[in-house]
């Protein structure tokens, strides 16, 4: 079973949802792991990610203030919980486990990929 990615769904801007990651049977504990999204027409871009102990978090501009990452390495589970959402934040979103303890921008940077999850935010 590979990387899942889920808690999608349809949302008012304004609104909140929260992602969850897991990869059943493999623990990424000690792999950052990523967020990424692709909107129709667009390339896939960078979102957020977390180093392997959680201590270290980083943002794309567009949802700096507005989307947390979080970890919890005990159940196996990586969370990107997504405040004030805006319609341009429609998308599919992605997580990926890096390929080392710290992530970055760059999908090159990530080995594994969930099958992404639907996010749709109405005006």
């Known amino acids: 079973v590979q990387l899942q990615a889920s808690g999608g769904g349809l949302v008012q801007a304004g609104g909140s949802l929260r992602l969850s990651c897991t990869e059943p049977?493999?623990?990424?504990?000690?792999?950052?792991v990523g967020w990424f999204r692709q909107a129709p027409g667009k390339e896939r871009e960078f979102v957020g990610a977390i180093s392997w102990r959680g201590d270290r978090t980083s943002y794309a501009d567009s949802v700096k203030g507005r989307f947390t990452v979080s970890r919890d390495n005990a159940k196996n589970i990586v969370y990107l919980q997504m405040n004030s959402l805006k319609p341009e934040d429609t998308a599919v979103y992605y997580c990926?486990?890096?390929?080392?303890?710290?992530?970055?921008?760059?999908?090159?940077?990530?080995?594994?990929w969930g099958q992404g999850t639907q996010v749709t935010v109405s005006s």
């Open positions: 990926a486990v890096a390929k080392g303890p710290y992530g970055g921008t760059d999908s090159d940077g990530y080995l594994r």
């Open positions: 049977r493999r623990a990424f504990s000690n792999n950052a």
